[in-house]
């Protein structure tokens, strides 16, 4: 299992009705738990936090009304001392990976198109401001 694929099977589950209560949904919640990086996001197939990764993960969460800026899904880095903590959820690294054109970091460079496509479903925990910024970036890349 990655990333992606869960969130893509947890957006297709809840597409044709599966509760949330069903033991596949809630290994594919726990597994994104498991393998959520320490700056919020979701790994790609390298390990580092991936907009593709991030926002087809988050798509899934949003799927079963899972809210990605809730503790549960807030990963905690500290400098050491306990008075010194920051917190992490998957739409801050999302928009970490965001260009100021609105495109999202992928293969290709800072504008990938096909990383955008797959960011767009996890802004939806987001701001119409950002999801129109990168709606507005894709007919430039793809003319």
């Not at 899904?73 to 920051?86: E, K, M, Q, Y």
Request: charged content about 15%; cysteine-free; proline content about 6%.
């Amino acid at each position: 299992p990655d990333a992606d694929s869960s969130g893509l099977a947890l957006q297709a589950l809840a597409a044709v009705g599966v509760p949330s209560t069903n033991a596949t949904v809630q290994g594919a919640l726990a597994f994104l738990r498991r393998v959520q990086n320490g700056d919020g996001g979701f790994p790609g197939f390298d390990g580092a936090t991936s907009a593709s990764s991030t926002g087809l993960a988050l798509g899934g969460l949003a799927a079963y009304n899972e809210r990605p800026r809730s503790l549960a899904w807030t990963t905690v880095i500290t400098d050491g001392s306990a008075s010194r903590l920051t917190l992490h959820d998957p739409v801050d690294a999302l928009l970490a990976l965001q260009s100021p054109q609105g495109g999202f970091f992928g293969f290709s460079g800072p504008d990938d198109a096909g990383a955008t496509y797959q960011a767009l479903p996890g802004l939806a925990a987001r701001t119409l401001l950002t999801r129109t910024r990168a709606v507005a970036f894709l007919p430039l890349v793809t003319r």
